[in-house]
């Protein structure tokens, strides 16, 4: 099982940037979805997560600004982040629960794509 993300990158204050997140590989099924983010030195943190039904959760500093979201069928998560500050800028990170052929439901890792946001 590989999770591949993309859409990282510079935006200046203000601007907007889409992260995908594709799962690939024996999979039988996903769970829980999830963004975080980490800075150096600083430990990496929750940004947002979407259930298989859709039910969302957001840190409170991306609220209103960010959107998780995900398709099902192609066993991809995103997260459209609007109105991006300095403070946003780290290396973003997806994580996925997912169940493949005769194991347990097991968590994954993207290698991260860093965003970048200053003028």
């Known amino acids: 099982v590989q999770l591949v993300e993309s859409g990282g990158g510079l935006v200046q204050p203000g601007g907007s940037l889409r992260l995908s997140c594709a799962a690939s590989?024996?999979?039988?099924?996903?769970?829980?979805m999830g963004w975080y983010r980490q800075d150096p030195g600083k430990q990496r943190e929750l940004v947002a997560s979407i259930t298989r039904d859709g039910n969302t959760n957001y840190v409170d500093s991306v609220k209103g600004r960010f959107t998780i979201s995900r398709d099902n069928a192609k066993n991809t998560v995103y997260l459209q982040m609007n109105s991006l500050k300095p403070e946003d800028t780290a290396v973003y990170y997806c994580?996925?629960?997912?169940?493949?052929?005769?194991?347990?439901?097991?968590?994954?890792w993207g290698q991260g794509t860093q965003v970048t946001v200053s003028s």
């Open positions: 590989g024996s999979i039988v099924a996903i769970g829980l």
């Open positions: 994580k996925a629960r997912i169940l493949s052929p005769g194991s347990n439901y097991d968590n994954y």
